[in-house]
């Protein structure tokens, strides 16, 4: 039985891609969302989880930050994935004959340019391999979808138009989760997340990220949710390089846990080369 990798969506979407691309000896396992993957991971059903939590364009992902914490996960790893969009349709189709575009709206609005360009209408779907998906299970001839390209070999549909993105820097980064942590190796830059929430005091977030300062530790992501639905406090995601062990990122912490009533990590993890060869 070969092991598998969970994510979210129909076969063919952007994770499944991701999943394929960068954990080639596991089978993908598609969910209908966030919480069913995560529970996939859980239950022992998958191995491992592709999560998405941030595009280059769209910003985060929603939902994803309010359900890290409570799932009891580990963040093992992280991938990045350039995204590439095309226009598909059914076989035989010409692009001419093309008068409506279905996709998840986010993925429509990645491609403006050249919709408007066609002078297309646009229809909205819940996932750009659903689009696909759905275009092949009921065929129309002046019907396409914007979908990856694996959506297109999966469902059987001719690709009209390729890389149809307005940026061609458009890139998602995926979280990859399991049930227990794995130390990244010693001599790969490493990578933390943690949550924390501070005490309800005056200057208390200023106080607790203060020794990530003066201790020299360079904090990549700080991004702050509310939880439960209340207002007054407010929790916060972060990432920072190092390890926890590291004595610079220990002290830095101990302060951060002196200004606040909650503080959790919830993993560490090799930086990807992506975040330097993009700059190379």
């Known amino acids: 039985m070969s092991k598998k990798i969970a994510f979210q969506g ?68 992280e991938r990045f994935k350039p995204i590439r969009f095309h226009l598909m349709a059914n076989k035989g189709v010409k692009l001419g004959d093309v008068k409506t575009v279905a996709s998840m709206p986010i993925a429509l609005a990645q491609c403006r340019k050249a919709l408007k360009k066609l002078g297309v209408a646009l229809e909205s779907a819940g996932d750009t391999a659903g689009a696909a998906k759905a275009l092949s299970e009921h065929p129309d001839p002046a019907k396409g979808a914007v979908a990856p390209r694996l959506a297109a070999e999966l469902y059987g549909l001719d690709i009209l138009m390729q890389d149809i993105e307005d940026e061609k820097h458009n890139t998602t980064r995926f979280l990859v989760m399991a049930r227990e942590p794995v130390d990244p190796p010693a001599n790969l830059p490493a990578i933390t997340s943690f949550v924390f929430r501070v005490r309800n005091i005056p200057a208390a977030l200023y106080k607790a990220l203060g020794g990530f300062a003066t201790n020299g530790v360079n904090m990549t992501k700080l991004e702050s949710y509310t939880e439960n639905g209340v207002f007054a406090a407010t929790m916060f995601y972060v990432e920072v390089d190092g390890r926890p062990d590291d004595i610079p990122l220990a002290r830095a912490f101990e302060e951060l846990k002196f200004y606040s009533d909650h503080f959790a990590v919830l993993g560490t993890y090799a930086a990807d080369p992506f975040r330097t060869q993009r700059y190379a």
């Open 10 to 77: 129909e076969p063919g979407a952007n994770s499944d891609e991701a999943c394929r691309t960068h954990f080639p000896d596991y089978a993908p396992l598609a969910c209908p969302t966030f919480e069913e993957a995560f529970e996939a991971i859980k239950s022992g059903e998958a191995e491992l989880g592709m999560i998405p939590v941030e595009n280059s364009i769209a910003g985060r992902v929603a939902d994803v930050h309010h359900l890290l914490p409570s799932s009891g996960l580990s963040i093992v790893g």
